[in-house]
């Protein structure tokens, strides 16, 4: 199992920037990939952005390409993700997420992931 703790939200106004950290701790060894997703107020959790341990290969959607990084550093167990022309429609709770298991591609989905941390609330100002 690993245990995942997020990080740095706060809030900012629009084009602004806010850098998210989740810090992992447990079986990270086994991590497959992590990914940091997002749920605003009424709205389905979606995907952000996903990173491979191993590899570091990234993988973002289509709403904050260009706009966000996500990094990891193996030595302190922890990813980031660096967001940067922050809007108001960035406005939610970001969650950090641990997948175990190998697979093809990257995986997007909430229910491809083993372990979640608790989020962290980003607003952004008009």
């Known amino acids: 199992q690993v245990q995942l703790v997020e990080s740095g939200g706060g809030l900012v106004q629009a084009g602004g920037s806010l850098r998210l950290s989740c810090a992992a701790s447990?079986?990270?060894?086994?991590?497959?990939?992590m990914g940091w997703f997002r749920q605003a107020p009424g709205k389905e959790r979606e995907f952000v952005a996903a990173?491979?341990?191993?590899?570091?290969?990234?993988y973002y959607a289509d709403s904050v390409k260009g706009r966000f990084t996500i990094s990891r550093d193996n030595a302190k167990n922890t990813v980031y993700l660096q967001m940067n022309s922050l809007k108001p429609e960035d406005t939610a709770v970001y969650y950090c997420?641990?997948?175990?298991?190998?697979?093809?591609?990257?995986?997007?989905?909430?229910?491809?992931?083993?372990?979640w941390g608790q989020g962290t609330q980003v607003t952004v100002s008009s």
């Open positions: 997420a641990s997948r175990t298991r190998t697979t093809v591609g990257f995986p997007t989905t909430p229910s491809q992931y083993d372990s």
């Open positions: 447990g079986r990270t060894f086994s991590s497959y990939a």
């Open positions: 990173i491979s341990w191993s590899s570091g290969s990234t």
